[in-house]
């Protein structure tokens, strides 16, 4: 998976993803959610990886307004 190193991938595996369809499905910002919960050290730049992965491309080649649109989306889910 793009962008997710061994130590993104076990996070996952503790979180009971293992595959990029999985990642897909539920969004990144649930993944990321569901990440944070277990791991709350986790930063934005896990949020923009799993975003990444999501488009098959480098986490730096998001956009700042996509990269906004995942805040507003993140912040809308914790409340």
Not at 4 to 33: C, D, F, H, N, W
Request: positive net charge; hydrophobic residues 40%.
């Amino acid at each position: 998976m793009k962008n997710l190193g061994p130590k993104s991938r076990e996070m996952l595996r503790q979180v009971k993803i293992s595959t990029l369809e999985e990642i897909q499905e539920l969004g990144a910002v649930t993944v990321y959610l569901k990440l944070q919960k277990k791991f709350p050290e986790v930063t934005l730049n896990l949020l923009w990886a799993l975003e990444g992965a999501i488009q098959n491309c480098h986490w730096n080649e998001l956009t700042p307004a996509r990269k906004a649109e995942l805040k507003a989306q993140l912040a809308n889910d914790i409340q």
